[in-house]
């Protein structure tokens, strides 16, 4: 397939498109609209996935479409101004094409369902559709500036969305905080934007890989008497979008509070939309981060991040603020795979979280349809009037819990394996690959925590389990689920059962992600100084077919002895993960099934931490109370008071009263001194003047012999005297 405007556009498009006409269409005709949001994002599916079998089955692992167009040019003479605009479509933006559409599908089906009986359900879907069609903007943009216009969109659909029953104190309150919180990063994001523009001249992705392969950013910056290394700043400005887009730490509290929004909007901002954008990103410009030497700052971010929302996940009730705190420190496994460099790791596992965290929302939605709450404390023996909900919600604890066979073990634990590498090769690492094991020795926990309370035990509020519905197997209730649990399974991803390259299956040598991604990295970007851009209208005259797979590298370009180390520490990495996933597990199925363990006594032994837990680590404390309250607000009224009592009072008063004397001083000298004065003065004595020349040139000869006889007498008088 030759791609042209044709055949990518419509995947933004259509989302669009749908968007566009369902806001005229929304109110008369809500189901059209509905039905109308769906199609369009199923079609979108169908574009990304012939793309996805295009880079799979016929394109080399480092093939790539890149075609621009210029957006304006405001070029003058020697002076160039001129932006262009793009698509940049790979493997990575083939796989990401094809998983958002598809977990968006699924979304969209599952929400004809869900949000059938509310008011505003035309509405949701308006929304919903733009949502999805600024995340696939933002997917096959090719530059730095669009993708922040997309990224900006997505704040504001994420803002109409967490805050979408504004009805509701807590929702309004809910979509500020993340729609300010995220501003923060973005505000960063945008000056890195300035920076790479200001140094390559241009802010698309390989013009970026250019400059650095060129040298262009291994200035400085002097401020202070300091010489701070550019590309450590450009780096870092980038990377705080990261943090607030992905919720890293310490900009995460916005997303827990997300969940106000519908469940449906949940799963998509928790898996497929938004906070993936953040990680995408940083995937994106990784040699900017390799650059600026900041990858052990990110290992350190991802892994407070990872740890710490574990934790906060131990001791929640709310099923949804349960899968929040999971997707901050997924996030934050994310990260921490960009910062030990390992890349295609990261990427997959934004990729498998993203199917069993929209599965894990979508059940819990189908859990809150049924029975109106939802309290864990409340719920218990469910899995027999939610049968299917409870198997798919199964299959997804074991994913993320890291269990072999499913998709969390085969891109966490490759993570966590990267991170154990670094740590014994550097010291400075041990406590990022720590944080990460015991992250995932808590995720084991409390998912499964969750997964006990809710669907097993007795139930402990029979009026809610009592007035529950069974479940029933429905096209847009259940499909959607089961669906989604199907490819929590590992060999979806590895090619192989075990995730470690033993057993393989459809009858590969090689697992399939491996070979995915090519690997952006500062001391291969010699390539890029070539690099030759695409017009729309061109056509690609590269042979695709014939182009030739790259091979397969077991080594990963490391000697033989290197890569033996690497793959043992690797597989030890991967017990360890093994016998932390079925310890956590286990303590959670001792304390909520068995009851050999008492929770109680955790709580009051570690009672200190469990408060700092039901406090979040007092972060919103922090932000709100500390401040916003006690330092913004005061400077704020500072400001306020600067503003009136000062300037406005003083200086725009002051200003306006000398500005009236001014003007009434000048009104006088107008009205007395120039134009009675001088205007009407020369005015008279012209006229005076005309009066005395018009008497004297009469033209009467008797007046003229008089003046002659005064002159001469006058003449004759003085001689005399």
Not at 430 to 445: E, K, R, S, Y
Request: charged share 15%.
């Amino acid at each position: 397939m030759d791609y042209t405007i044709s055949t990518v556009a419509p995947i933004v498009l259509l989302p669009f498109f749908a968007f566009v006409i369902n806001v005229f269409l929304a109110k008369r005709v809500p189901i059209a609209a509905v039905a109308l949001s769906t199609l369009a994002i199923f079609g979108s599916f169908i574009y990304a996935l012939r793309i996805f079998l295009d880079f799979q089955n016929v394109y080399a692992v480092n093939y790539h479409i890149h075609k621009v167009f210029t957006w304006f040019d405001l070029s003058a003479g020697e002076h160039l101004f001129k932006v262009n605009m793009g698509i940049y479509i790979d493997n990575m933006t083939a796989t990401m094409l094809l998983m958002v559409t598809a977990v968006a599908t699924l979304i969209h089906v599952f929400s004809t369902w869900y949000m059938h009986d509310d008011a505003r359900f035309a509405r949701f879907f308006v929304y919903m559709s733009l949502f999805t069609s600024a995340m696939l903007g933002l997917v096959v943009s090719d530059n730095l500036l669009s993708v922040f216009i997309f990224w900006e969109l997505m704040g504001f659909c994420s803002y109409s969305l967490i805050g979408f029953y504004y009805e509701k104190e807590g929702a309004g309150n809910a979509s500020m905080k993340a729609f300010m919180t995220t501003r923060v990063g973005d505000v960063f994001f945008l000056m890195g934007i300035l920076i790479i523009w200001v140094l390559a001249g241009s802010t698309t992705f390989v013009d970026l890989y250019a400059a650095i392969g060129a040298g262009k950013f291994a200035g400085t910056f002097n401020a202070f008497g300091l010489a701070l290394p550019i590309a450590t700043i450009a780096a870092l400005c980038i990377f705080a979008g990261t943090m607030g887009k992905s919720a890293q730490f310490p900009i995460h509290v916005w997303l827990p509070d997300a969940m106000f929004g519908p469940t449906p909007c949940s799963a998509l901002i928790h898996a497929a939309t938004m906070v993936a954008a953040g990680v995408y990103l940083s995937l994106r410009v990784f040699p900017l981060m390799e650059a600026g030497h900041i990858t052990m700052f990110i290992a350190y971010i991802g892994a407070i991040t990872a740890f710490g929302a574990a934790t906060i996940a131990l001791i929640q009730t709310d099923l949804k603020a349960v899968l929040a705190y999971s997707t901050i420190s997924q996030l934050g496994y994310m990260v921490i795979g960009i910062g030990v460099g390992s890349y295609n790791a990261a990427f997959m596992h934004l990729i498998t979280h993203a199917v069993f965290k929209a599965c894990l929302f979508l059940s819990a939605g189908s859990v809150i349809h049924s029975i109106h709450c939802q309290e864990m404390p409340q719920m218990g023996g469910l899995r027999k009037k939610l049968p299917y909900t409870f198997f798919a919600m199964l299959l997804c604890c074991f994913a993320i819990a890291g269990v072999p066979f499913f998709s969390g073990f085969v891109s966490k634990d490759r993570i966590l394996g990267d991170a154990l590498v670094m740590a014994l090769d550097n010291k400075a690492y041990i406590p990022v690959a720590l944080l990460g094991f015991g992250g995932a020795l808590l995720t084991a926990f409390y998912m499964f925590r969750m997964l006990f309370l809710t669907f097993f035990g007795e139930p402990r509020d029979h009026h809610i389990y009592d007035h529950a519905h069974d479940e029933h197997i429905g096209w847009n209730s259940n499909v959607p689920l089961l669906i989604l649990s199907v490819f929590t399974l590992g060999l979806f991803y590895s090619g192989s059962f075990t995730g470690q390259g033993e057993v393989n299956v459809f009858g590969s040598k090689y697992e399939w992600f491996q070979t995915l991604i090519h690997k952006p990295e500062v001391a291969h970007l010699e390539h890029f100084a070539h690099y030759e851009k695409e017009d729309f209208g061109t056509t690609d005259t590269r042979d695709k077919v014939e182009l030739p797979k790259a091979a397969y590298d077991a080594n990963h370009g490391m000697d033989d002895h290197r890569a033996h180390h690497v793959h043992l520490v690797h597989k030890i990495g991967a017990v360890m993960s093994i016998i932390i996933a079925f310890a956590g597990i286990f303590i959670a199925y001792s304390m909520y099934v068995k009851k050999t363990l008492n929770p109680g006594w955790w709580a009051e032994t570690f009672a200190g931490w469990r408060r700092a837990l039901q406090g979040k680590y007092y972060f919103d404390d922090l932000y709100i109370g500390k401040i916003i309250q006690k330092g913004l607000v005061p400077f704020n009224a500072l400001l306020a008071k600067f503003d009136w009592d000062f300037y406005d009072a003083m200086v725009i008063d002051g200003t306006a009263v000398l500005n009236r004397w001014a003007y009434n001083i000048s009104r006088w000298i107008d009205n007395n001194i120039v134009d009675s004065g001088m205007v009407d003065g020369t005015g008279a004595s012209v006229r005076l003047m005309n009066v005395l020349l018009r008497t004297l040139q009469s033209g009467r000869v008797q007046l003229y012999f008089v003046v002659l006889v005064v002159v001469l007498a006058s003449y004759v008088l003085t001689l005399r005297f």
